[in-house]
């Protein structure tokens, strides 16, 4: 039967019963340091991120158009894909994620609707 291990760490108070037969020395060893890890992680304010994006992406940020291009990346689709998946042409895409183009509310559904995110956030 295995005991269980008790580990005190800064970031938790740790039991744990390992299963089967493990290194206790090693595994206490592995969990500190992971926990330590945590300990050290660089916090970044989200403000220092928004400026940064800002700069980035300048009078862009924060438009239907931004936020258009950002729910597509994060489906991994190309402008390509989100036309054929949404019937709305490529190069109007484009134009919508330059901010050249409105989307409207019927082709902000439509896309809303593909790329899993509130439809209101692209108007």
């Given at each position: 039967?295995?005991?269980?291990?008790?580990?005190?760490?800064?970031?938790?108070?740790i039991?744990?019963?390992?299963?089967?037969?493990v290194?206790?020395?090693?595994?206490?060893?592995?969990?500190?340091?992971t926990?330590?890890?945590?300990?050290?992680?660089?916090?970044?304010p989200?403000?220092?991120?928004?400026?940064?994006?800002?700069?980035?992406?300048?009078?862009?940020?924060?438009?239907?158009g931004?936020?258009?291009?950002?729910?597509?990346?994060?489906?991994?689709?190309?402008?390509?894909?989100?036309?054929?998946?949404?019937?709305?042409?490529?190069?109007?895409?484009?134009?919508?994620?330059?901010?050249?183009?409105?989307?409207?509310?019927?082709?902000?559904?439509?896309?809303?609707?593909?790329?899993?995110?509130?439809?209101?956030?692209?108007?």
């Open positions: 039967m295995s005991e269980i291990l008790k580990i005190h760490h800064d970031v938790a108070d039991q744990i019963k390992p299963s089967g037969r290194n206790k020395v090693r595994l206490k060893k592995m969990i500190r340091l926990l330590d890890q945590y300990l050290i992680e660089n916090r970044v989200a403000k220092t991120i928004h400026d940064e994006t800002r700069e980035q992406h300048g009078d862009y940020y924060h438009t239907p931004h936020y258009l291009r950002l729910y597509r990346r994060r489906t991994d689709m190309t402008q390509e894909e989100l036309a054929s998946a949404t019937g709305i042409r490529q190069h109007h895409i484009s134009e919508m994620e330059n901010n050249k183009r409105v989307l409207g509310k019927g082709n902000a559904r439509k896309l809303a609707k593909v790329l899993d995110c509130d439809y209101r956030k692209l108007l």
